[in-house]
């Protein structure tokens, strides 16, 4: 069977170069990757909002890029719906009317109507954007983008600002959605809880380059998973026990070491993930906070990488090696050195975790 979308990508951003080749068929595929891989750019390049180098666009038999034959079909002719996580919903517009901004054709209304029922929000049409909630207008620019039948779906991490039983309930709807209109969505996020939790198969992408693919499924339950999580080439990925220590609290353990946890659903064998830019560079000069004292570890610097304001850090500890983010208001006081002995914390909450089947 031939995939429904197929793309082959080169494009520059300043000093940033994309290069990449995905395909995909009608299921939810996941771009995963850190902050400044090229995910979001890799969605603008799809939409044509951004010109490309050279590449091939093709959906559903369509082509909607050939840089050699000259081909580029203009963003509006893509039948492409694009989510942002900034939803740019019309302030001066009720729910209803930003729904049918979308749609064309004469059954503009009734399609609006319908498309707030589907994600629940048909006594909501006459409320403008703030008198909704977050999740209301997650939900409003989500009926928009689909009202207007799109062959494909690309949402840029559209879930990002909201609280996790609110991107739990959203995750799950447009599952839903999904499975009802059977589009195919291109998923943009660094949240290990979204792929596992949206995902059919997974395109990992690191410095514009996709660096592997995998089918969910395989990174959960199959024999070869840590192969599949050591394709990302970022994170702290460890697999261990999540039970409840003497004190009552859950933790986190594994062969050579062991995190408290802020709450857990469950207990049992786990993966766990926690993303380099959550973790917490402690300044020796000042106290420890008491939530993350627990999850402190010390190590050595073994090697540093600056791309734009983000230092990037590998640092050598007794339970392991790390990788460590600093960037914005949580860079160091002072870049350290290599083989310099540094000090961090893991907040509880940074650490996403993921049950599996041994």
Not at 17 to 38: A, C, M, Q, R
Not at 237 to 246: K, Q, R, T
Request: proline residues 6%.
């Amino acid at each position: 069977m031939s995939d429904w979308f197929e793309a082959e990508l080169r494009s520059e951003a300043g000093n940033f170069s994309l290069d990449i080749s995905l395909s995909l068929n009608k299921e939810i595929g996941v771009l995963f990757g850190p902050s400044g891989s090229g995910k979001s750019l890799t969605l603008r390049c799809l939409a044509g909002l951004k010109t490309v180098r050279s590449g091939r666009i093709l959906l559903e038999d369509r082509v909607l890029l050939d840089t050699r034959k000259s081909i580029s079909v203009p963003p509006h002719k893509r039948k492409m719906g694009l989510l942002f996580q900034h939803l740019a919903l019309f302030p001066h517009l009720t729910a209803l009317e930003n729904v049918r901004f979308g749609v064309n054709g004469g059954r503009r209304e009734e399609i609006a109507r319908e498309w707030l029922a589907r994600v629940r929000l048909e006594s909501h049409g006459n409320h403008y954007p703030f008198q909704l909630s977050g999740g209301q207008q997650q939900r409003v620019a989500l009926a928009r983008a689909l009202a207007a039948e799109p062959r494909l779906l690309l949402l840029d991490e559209p879930f990002s600002a909201l609280d996790g039983p609110l991107r739990r309930n959203l995750r799950r709807e447009l599952r839903l959605l999904q499975s009802e209109t059977g589009i195919p969505i291109l998923y943009v996020t660094h949240q290990i809880e979204d792929l596992c939790a949206l995902g059919d198969r997974v395109f990992f992408i690191e410095k514009g380059r996709i660096t592997g693919s995998a089918l969910v499924k395989d990174l959960l339950n199959g024999q070869k998973r840590f192969h599949f999580w050591n394709l990302m080439g970022w994170g702290n990925v460890f697999e261990g026990e999540v039970s409840y220590g003497e004190e009552g609290y859950p933790i986190f353990s594994w062969d050579s070491g062991r995190l408290l946890l802020k709450e857990t659903e469950h207990t049992g064998p786990a993966t766990a993930f926690i993303r380099p830019d959550r973790i917490r560079f402690l300044d020796p000069r000042y106290p420890v906070d008491s939530e993350i004292a627990p999850n402190k570890f010390s190590g050595t610097v073994e090697e540093i990488q600056m791309e734009g304001g983000i230092i990037r850090m590998q640092i050598m500890t007794p339970v392991g090696l790390w990788q460590v983010e600093q960037g914005g208001a949580t860079t160091p006081a002072r870049i350290p050195d290599i083989e310099e002995a540094v000090c961090f914390a893991v907040p509880p909450v940074a650490i996403e975790l993921i049950f599996i089947k041994r």
